[in-house]
């Protein structure tokens, strides 16, 4: 990336691969006097973003289900409940209020997080991307390595319009620039999300990690000293 500053130009480089060295660096054909070569942060390891057709327990660490205030449980959902003997039917009676959650542990080698998205009247893109944060925080607190997240789907909204916000509010939480920091400079733990949203194409995952890759390359840019 070329940019003009006051009579010089400089050149930033950026590598995006842990694996190259400032040796290797060197053997680019490029002049490499005066040039500034970023390498990734701490946090620039992507993140496997899939689509899944049947939520399970078993798929990742932690089950994510949002569900409404005044609806019944969603099909998927009650498929669960019922293999569940009625888990998810007892752990919703505690969620009253918007944004609350009910946290089931270790249960069956994994974690059941149930969180409440409000009336279904009300449910928009802000309602969404507010309770993807905090289903952000929660992994974040836990050191969850995958999660299987459900949410229910937009009415006014298409299946894949859902897919890319979710990736990129996700994205958006989980970005971090550590290298500069000498105290809570560890990388949260997460690895690999999968969302349940049914309609929505692989494909728009797929654009939606570039574009959230190219958002934190931004960021890591602007975030970074000027000398």
């Not at 809570?184 to 570039?210: C, D, M, R, W």
Request: proline share 4%; net charge neutral; glycine share 4%.
């Amino acid at each position: 990336l070329w940019f003009l500053s006051r009579t010089k130009i400089k050149l930033i480089i950026y590598f995006n691969s842990t694996s190259l060295s400032y040796r290797n660096a060197c053997k680019l054909n490029v002049n490499l006097v005066g040039c500034k070569i970023i390498f990734p942060n701490k946090s620039d390891a992507l993140m496997n973003y899939e689509l899944i057709t049947t939520p399970t327990l078993n798929k990742s660490d932690c089950l994510i289900l949002g569900i409404f205030t005044d609806n019944q449980l969603p099909d998927y959902a009650a498929t669960l409940d019922k293999q569940y003997d009625g888990l998810i039917t007892r752990l919703r009676k505690s969620l009253v209020e918007l944004s609350d959650v009910a946290w089931q542990a270790d249960f069956n080698g994994s974690s059941l997080l149930i969180i409440q998205c409000g009336d279904k009247a009300n449910y928009a893109a802000d309602n969404l991307s507010k309770r993807i944060a905090e289903i952000t925080s929660h992994l974040f607190k836990q050191r969850v390595t995958s999660a299987t997240i459900c949410m229910p789907q937009l009415e006014n909204q298409s299946p894949d319009w859902q897919a890319e916000h979710m990736v990129l509010q996700f994205e958006t939480h989980r970005y971090q620039l550590l290298d500069f920091k000498s105290r809570k400079n560890q990388p949260y733990s997460i690895e690999s999300v999968y969302f349940y949203l049914p309609n929505a194409h692989p494909k728009t995952i797929e654009s939606a990690e570039g574009i959230a890759q190219g958002i934190n390359l931004t960021r890591t840019l602007a975030n970074l000293p000027a000398n």
